[in-house]
T-cell receptor, first 113, second 113 residues
Framework: DQQVKQNSPSLSVQEGRISILNCDYT??????FLWYKKYPAEGPTFLIS?????DKNEDGRFTVFLNKSAKHLSLHIVPSQPGDSAVYFC????????????FGTGTSLTVIP | KAGVTQTPRYLIKTRGQQVTLSCSPI?????VSWYQQTPGQGLQFLFE???????NKGNFPGRFSGRQFSNSRSEMNVSTLELGDSALYLC????????????FGPGTRLTVT
């Protein structure tokens, strides 16, 4: 059973506009969430994380929002750039250390110049 | 500093055979985790090793096993290969623990025919 879901397999956005990638989870025990970016032929690269004590975390153009009641998180990229074109994975775990965590199936973002 | 390296990068095996994949973490990193990536399931956690001990294990059958050596290098073994084992196998290393500190290798693409 997929505990972390990314229901949109792909997303296309114009350069300069906002990209919003969504992620839903089912396990209410999850309290740590991460986003990874993956280019073809490379391993995933950590992008940004958030713990459940916060509802927003910002790092430059990237902001992650967490809605615990809805078991939903989203990644906002503003402004989107062509170099942001990649597959984005969200992941969730119970705690940040020494625990198994679960990835979504990924959303392929294409930023159109 | 060299990144995480995985060998081989590509592998073709026949059903019923066994395979061993290798991962060399970033120098100084003591934690190594393995993941399986398939189109339908996304990234799934296999296991994590820290100081030669398996700390966590995902929900995979016993045909999947691993080990870590004293120099932190890790190997993953899959016995009695099945067609469904065809996937990209990713290894990630971290200094101690904490998923946002993980660095992924490029992966080994295993094809089972």
């Amino acid at each position: 059973d997929q505990q972390v879901k990314q229901n949109s397999p792909s997303l296309s956005v114009q350069e300069g506009r906002i990209s919003i990638l969504n992620c839903d989870y089912t396990n209410s025990m999850f309290d740590y969430f991460l986003w990874y970016k993956k280019y073809p032929a490379e391993g995933p690269t950590f992008l940004i994380s958030i713990s459940s004590i916060k509802d927003k975390n910002e790092d430059g153009r990237f902001t992650v929002f967490l809605n615990k009641s809805a078991k939903h998180l989203s990644l906002h990229i503003v402004p989107s750039q062509p170099g942001d074109s990649a597959v984005y994975f969200c992941a969730a775990s119970v705690g940040n250390t020494g625990n198994q965590f679960y990835f979504g199936t990924g959303t392929s973002l294409t930023v159109i110049p | 500093k060299a990144g995480v390296t995985q060998t081989p990068r590509y592998l073709i095996k026949t059903r019923g055979q066994q395979v061993t994949l290798s991962c060399s973490p970033i120098s100084g990193h003591r934690s190594v985790s393995w993941y399986q990536q398939t189109p339908g399931q996304g990234l799934q956690f296999l296991f994590e090793y820290f100081s030669e001990t398996q700390r966590n294990k995902g929900n995979f059958p016993g045909r999947f096993s691993g080990r870590q050596f004293s120099n932190s290098r890790s190997e993953m073994n899959v016995s009695t290969l099945e067609l469904g084992d065809s996937a990209l196998y990713l290894c990630a290393s971290s200094l101690v623990a904490g998923f946002d500190e993980q660095y992924f290798g490029p992966g080994t693409r295993l094809t089972v025919t």
